[in-house]
């Protein structure tokens, strides 16, 4: 018998289309190139791409590794002056994109203290020459501004020009306080210390030198400046011996005296410096031994911290927690007994057998999450009560949380009172802590 067909009054009706979620392409592009083809992309104005304050930035940091970070801040800055769009006529629109530009700047670092200080001491100088100029700056400037816009970029470059040649300034005058015999205490990675020991390294001529130098280095969080400055001084027959922060106490009956540097100089003459500094402050006072500063005058901030709990940045240093914290997961999930990081992190709850009473809820959640690598629980496939799969199905944390507490650590800072420091060394001399308001005076007013 021959098939028939059947009437499209008996054909099955196919499932109703769900509305497309993809957004209508953007005017002006063809159908196919929709808004998530152009994610990412620079925008552009007058046909040319926008400046990128942030990546400019980074990208000054990678390609000149002597570059401090608001020396670098300040160059993005100057670069964005060199390529002002047309559309900005008045100092006004001027100094605000700066201002801007600075926010953003700041908004991309976890620790903005010494670039808070360069960026917002240049925009300063920059207003400071501008009124000490004859170019019409008023309303009616009109035809001026170009001369401005030069005057602002010309006085830029020379402020980038100062701060470069301030290192080596400072290293003149903070070699002669390292005398024959001395033993120097450092930490960190300051470049300008590098600079000071390395020019008392070549004062000595052809002949070795006769100092030596104590390099506290933290065992967790190495960091690559330092190895930088210590491989340089051993170059230049400087005998350096590298120990570890809790050696610092039992190090300090050799040591002649303390020489750091700082991220921030604040107006009561104490420093922000990197974690650590505040105690060998502490101890070189307990000593009799002296403690030298060194930082550019770029770095002198406008800021008065109270103590150790009073700076204007998050720190991650205490991090009070339990054995059922370090179980959980980024997400707050609980990592299987069986798992190495499991047994590594929270040894007592899978020995005790707490862990079976801590993961019905818990269990619910990561099975919402897609977690669970179950059918859902309710579904006529799935084995499981309603709490959710055996705790065999629950999966391995993607990255322990270790390396975000050694991250925070390695950015850490800590504040040094001034009355731990016995002199400030900047390239405009050596200043006592008492001095450095009437510095911030100088520079700002």
Same mark, same amino acid.
Request: proline share 9%.
């Given at each position: 018998?021959?098939?028939?067909?059947?009437?499209?009054?008996?054909?099955? &009706?196919?499932?109703?289309?769900?509305?497309?979620?993809?957004?209508?392409?953007?005017?002006?592009?063809? #159908?196919?190139?929709?808004?998530?083809?152009?994610?990412?992309?620079?925008?552009?104005?007058?046909?040319?791409?926008?400046?990128?304050?942030?990546? &400019?930035?980074?990208?000054?940091?990678?390609?000149?590794?002597?570059?401090?970070? #608001?020396?670098? /801040?300040?160059?993005?800055?100057?670069?964005?002056?060199?390529?002002?769009?047309?559309?900005?006529?008045? $100092?006004?629109?001027?100094?605000?994109?700066?201002?801007?530009?600075?926010?953003?700047?700041?908004?991309?670092?976890?620790?903005?203290?010494?670039?808070?200080?360069?960026?917002?001491?240049?925009?300063?100088?920059? =207003?400071?020459?501008?009124?000490?100029?004859?170019?019409?700056?008023?309303?009616?400037?009109?035809?001026?501004?170009?001369? $401005?816009?030069?005057?602002?970029?010309?006085?830029?470059?020379?402020?980038?020009?100062?701060?470069?040649?301030?290192?080596?300034? $400072?290293?003149?005058?903070?070699?002669?306080?390292?005398?024959?015999?001395?033993?120097?205490?450092?930490?960190?990675?300051?470049? =300008?210390?590098?600079?000071?020991?390395?020019?008392?390294?070549? /004062?000595?001529?052809?002949?070795?030198?006769?100092?030596?130098?104590?390099?506290?280095?933290?065992?967790?969080?190495?960091?690559?400046?330092?190895?930088?400055?210590?491989?340089?001084?051993?170059?230049?027959?400087?005998?350096?011996?590298?120990?570890?922060?809790?050696?610092?106490?039992?190090?300090?009956?050799?040591?002649?005296?303390?020489?750091?540097?700082?991220?921030?100089?604040?107006?009561?003459?104490? !420093?922000?410096?990197?974690?650590?500094?505040?105690?060998?402050?502490?101890?070189?006072?307990?000593?009799?031994?002296?403690? %030298?500063?060194?930082?550019?005058?770029?770095?002198?901030?406008?800021?008065?911290?109270?103590?150790?709990?009073?700076?204007?940045?998050?720190?991650?240093?205490?991090?009070?927690?339990?054995?059922?914290?370090?179980?959980?997961?980024?997400?707050?999930?609980?990592?299987?007994?069986?798992?190495?990081?499991?047994?590594?992190?929270?040894?007592?709850?899978?020995?005790?057998?707490?862990?079976?009473?801590?993961?019905?809820?818990?269990?619910?959640?990561?099975? %919402?999450?897609?977690?669970?690598?179950? #059918?859902?629980?309710?579904?006529?496939?799935?084995?499981?009560?309603?709490?959710? #799969?055996?705790?065999?199905?629950?999966?391995?944390?993607? /990255?322990?949380?270790?390396?975000?507490?050694?991250?925070?650590?390695?950015?850490?800072?800590?504040?040094?009172?001034?009355?731990?420091?016995?002199?400030?060394? &900047?390239?405009?001399?050596?200043? &006592?802590?008492?001095?450095?308001?009437?510095?911030? $005076?100088? !520079?700002? %007013?």
């Amino acid at each position: 018998m021959a098939e028939t067909t059947p009437s499209p009054l008996y054909l099955p &009706t196919p499932p109703e289309a769900e509305p497309s979620t993809t957004p209508p392409p953007l005017p002006g592009h063809p #159908p196919a190139m929709t808004r998530m083809d152009t994610v990412g992309a620079v925008p552009k104005l007058n046909g040319k791409p926008d400046f990128d304050i942030v990546s &400019t930035y980074q990208s000054l940091l990678v390609s000149d590794p002597d570059l401090t970070m #608001p020396v670098a /801040a300040i160059e993005a800055l100057v670069l964005l002056l060199s390529q002002l769009p047309p559309t900005l006529s008045t $100092i006004s629109e001027t100094l605000d994109l700066l201002a801007t530009s600075t926010a953003q700047l700041k908004r991309s670092i976890p620790n903005p203290i010494s670039l808070s200080a360069g960026t917002d001491l240049f925009q300063r100088y920059l =207003v400071t020459t501008l009124r000490g100029t004859s170019i019409n700056h008023g309303p009616d400037s009109g035809g001026d501004f170009k001369a $401005i816009r030069q005057h602002l970029l010309s006085n830029g470059r020379l402020f980038v020009k100062r701060a470069k040649e301030a290192r080596r300034t $400072i290293a003149s005058y903070g070699s002669r306080f390292v005398r024959d015999g001395s033993v120097v205490l450092t930490n960190g990675g300051s470049r =300008v210390v590098g600079a000071v020991l390395q020019a008392a390294a070549e /004062a000595h001529g052809g002949g070795s030198p006769r100092f030596k130098v104590i390099y506290v280095q933290s065992a967790a969080t190495p960091h690559a400046e330092s190895h930088q400055i210590i491989r340089a001084l051993r170059q230049l027959s400087v005998p350096v011996a590298t120990i570890p922060e809790a050696a610092v106490a039992y190090s300090m009956g050799k040591v002649t005296m303390v020489l750091v540097g700082a991220e921030g100089v604040v107006e009561n003459g104490g !420093i922000i410096s990197r974690m650590g500094t505040y105690q060998m402050g502490i101890l070189a006072q307990a000593a009799a031994k002296p403690m %030298y500063v060194v930082a550019e005058s770029h770095k002198f901030v406008r800021m008065f911290p109270l103590g150790q709990y009073d700076l204007p940045i998050e720190q991650k240093v205490l991090d009070f927690r339990t054995d059922l914290d370090d179980a959980m997961d980024d997400r707050g999930q609980l990592v299987h007994p069986d798992t190495p990081t499991a047994r590594s992190r929270a040894p007592s709850i899978v020995e005790s057998g707490r862990w079976v009473e801590q993961t019905p809820a818990v269990m619910e959640r990561g099975e %919402y999450f897609g977690t669970l690598d179950s #059918p859902r629980a309710g579904s006529k496939t799935s084995s499981t009560s309603s709490k959710g #799969p055996p705790l065999s199905k629950l999966s391995e944390p993607p /990255a322990p949380a270790k390396e975000s507490a050694l991250d925070a650590q390695d950015s850490a800072v800590d504040y040094t009172p001034p009355d731990l420091i016995t002199a400030l060394i &900047t390239e405009s001399g050596v200043h &006592t802590p008492s001095a450095v308001s009437e510095e911030l $005076i100088k !520079i700002w %007013y």
